[in-house]
């Protein structure tokens, strides 16, 4: 409906779509709210009987990384519009369209309990995700591209592995696979079920040696659409393996039977380091980002990968803090590039004396992903360490140290441009009186970004940048606070949510 | 080895399919190829669910009202059921990719993957 509504009324598409999400986002919380009140929800779609028929589960883990999804969705569209409505002019009503298939494959994801129905939903929300990055220009459409093969490739192993677990059990419902697979006890086409399935989540989640698609397709995507699928779609990958862990396989079987658990936690502390020595070498903020992206999420498989109940909290607080925290950077990032259209780091200098809002929020959520205490990104890597250290896994906690160091090294990096070098040319006061307050500054080359060109174009834009309106910077300043108040309160999270669940 | 083969034949067909679709998407420079070799990949894991739900001496199932019906007598639809919807996700896939391709082919002078890394200017 929302194609249509566009080509009639180009502006309705986005109230249509913010009403849309703002709906979803709320029955996500009540639906967080009931489950931690009288337990988990089902419903069985079609009235078929649960072992026969497609069933929503909504857990405590289920409803709480719906919110989050939700949630940090619902901030971004609104933060977005202006980037959108300038990257997308004219197609706004199939930007939206996409924007909101995307989020309900990912919330269908998390709320259904059935291994078939997964699988369909991973693709609907995929399919859109290469929609949304194939939209980013020359360079976005051959990273959109590649996004599609890998992603596919990455669906088509997890139905693999659902189909070894489907002959050996005869059903698709989670918690009846479940039981059955604990009577059975362990055998090898479910062994080998469980290689093909964490393959193919390893390939949506972007761990290490499967992360090819990731930097190119964050980077190259319109800043609209990397702000919304950075922090969430991966996450949701995560989600699936922790499903997996907790409600598919039987307790111990993916890490006494198959080593999955080792290899997750191997492959996580890879990529955590990988991940943060690639991103000190990037000049393009949103590469450095997309990077930054490759360790947290491997922060999250060695969470799941240590399978305890420590470890999934750690990894579900993680999931949480990186959306959150992921969708402050990027959305503060858009929107210095909306307003200067600087990407690369060194274009930063001195922005911080005309947008102090937005690179304050920046920093908050640099000192989140940092892990500095009051932050949620301390407590996520807090429990994590903790959950090593009751398993004997004591390398964890080096390496968590490692990267957290490395992120501290290019996070700095901006901030330090941003807050403490001065504006490379003098304020111009015959410039600034004549610049316009409009968001976009003519001869922006935001649109050309990538291109390679040096932003000498935007330099003596930046020394009369002020703060775009508030539309944009009030969902990154709740961001930025959500990450420091869910800090404090992650007590509360954690006794209410998290440990019931896992 | 060869009676093994023969045997389950179906499997090793499929294994092999899932080879040469892999092999495809991952070693082909050309993106066309690509998108093949990912059509092989999903049409082996179909065949995949449907070899292993094949069931000699059964039927349709279909029952007649009043007849006493016997499970072991009739094939389990659900897995052609799944296929017939993993068929439609497929279709789809390969749908959207068609159409980046043709966007591709008009944004750059060939679907050669190392060429249009080299029209960007930047080294693979």
């Known amino acids: ?23 979803s986002a709320s029955v996500s919380a009540w639906a967080l709210a009931t489950v931690i009140d009288s337990g988990t929800l089902r419903y069985t779609l079609g009235g078929w009987a649960p072992p026969l028929g497609i069933e929503y589960v909504v857990d405590h883990v289920a409803a709480f990384v719906a919110t989050v999804v ?30 909101l298939l995307l989020i309900a494959g990912l919330t269908g994801i998390v709320v259904t309990g059935d291994l078939f129905n997964v699988f369909v939903f991973l693709e609907i929300s995929s399919l859109a995700a290469y929609a949304l990055v194939f939209l980013g220009g020359r360079r976005g459409m051959v990273a959109g591209y590649r996004y599609l093969i890998l992603g ?49 989540l390893g390939l949506k989640m972007a761990l290490v040696p499967l992360h090819l698609w990731l930097p190119d397709a964050y980077t190259y995507a319109p800043s609209s659409v990397s702000a919304l699928i950075a922090p969430i779609v991966t996450k949701v990958g995560a989600y699936v393996m922790i499903r997996m862990f907790l409600s598919v396989f039987p307790d111990g079987y993916l890490t006494d039977e198959v080593p999955i658990g080792t290899t997750l936690i191997v492959v996580g502390l890879a990529s955590m380091v990988f991940g943060s020595v690639a991103a000190m070498g990037q000049r393009d903020i949103r590469r450095m980002l997309a990077y930054s992206s490759i360790s947290q999420v491997g922060l999250i498989a060695v969470g799941i990968g240590l399978a305890t109940p420590l470890g999934f909290v750690a990894a579900l607080l993680h999931i949480m803090n990186h959306a959150i925290m992921k969708a402050t950077l990027f959305l503060a990032s858009a929107s210095v590039r909306l307003t200067t259209g600087a990407s690369e780091i060194e274009g930063m200098a001195g922005l911080a004396r005309g947008m102090p809002i937005t690179m304050t929020a920046f920093a908050v959520g640099a000192v989140s992903m940092i892990g500095i205490p009051p932050s949620v990104g301390f407590f996520s890597k807090w429990y994590l360490s903790l959950a090593a250290i009751e ?84 969902p990154i300043v709740l961001l930025a606070a959500a990450t420091i108040v869910l800090g404090v309160l992650n007590v509360v999270v954690v006794t209410n949510v998290l440990e019931p669940g896992v | 080895m060869l009676d093994e083969i023969a045997a389950r034949f179906p499997y090793w067909a499929i294994a092999v399919l899932l080879g040469v679709g892999l092999y495809g998407t991952i070693g082909k420079r050309s993106l066309v190829k690509k998108l093949i070799g990912l059509n092989i990949f999903q049409v082996a894991i179909i065949l995949f669910f449907i070899a292993g739900s094949l069931k000699t001496g059964a039927t349709v ?9 016997v499970a072991a007598d009739f094939v389990n639809p659900l897995p052609h059921v799944l296929m017939l919807t993993a068929i439609v996700v497929s279709v789809a896939v390969t749908g959207v990719a068609l159409s980046f391709l043709v966007r591709l082919y008009r944004e750059f002078p060939g679907l050669d993957e190392e060429q249009i890394l080299e029209d960007l200017g930047r080294p693979s």
Not at chain 1, 155 to 180: H, K, R
Request: aromatic share 10%; net charge neutral.
């Open chain 1, 1 to 23: 409906m929302v194609p249509v509504v566009g080509l009639w009324r180009p502006r309705w598409p986005f109230w249509l779509a913010l009403a849309a999400i703002a709906g």
């Open chain 1, 70 to 99: 939700t949630g940090v969705a619902l901030m971004v569209v609104v933060s977005t519009r202006q980037a959108a409505a300038w990257e997308m002019r004219g197609r706004l009503g199939f930007f939206y369209s996409l924007v």
């Open chain 1, 152 to 200: 596919s490739i990455g669906g088509s192993f997890y139905l693999l592995g659902v189909a070894f677990l489907y002959f050996t059990t005869g059903t698709l419902n989670m918690a009846d696979t479940l039981a059955i697979l604990r009577e059975a006890g362990p055998s090898t086409p479910v062994s080998a079920g469980a290689v093909f399935i964490f393959i193919g």
């Open chain 1, 391 to 474: 398993e004997g896994r004591w390398v964890v906690v080096a390496f968590v140290l490692v990267s957290s160091l490395l992120s501290a090294v290019y996070l700095f990096r901006v901030l330090e441009r941003a807050f403490l070098t001065p504006s490379p040319v003098p304020e111009y006061p015959a410039i600034a009186g004549a610049a316009p307050d409009a968001p976009l500054l003519p001869g922006s080359s935001g649109l050309r970004a990538g291109s390679g060109e040096p932003p000498r174009a935007a330099e003596p834009a930046i020394a009369m940048v002020r703060e775009p309106s508030a539309d944009v910077t009030l």
């Open chain 2, 61 to 69: 199932p279909i029952t007649v009202l009043g007849e006493h019906a």
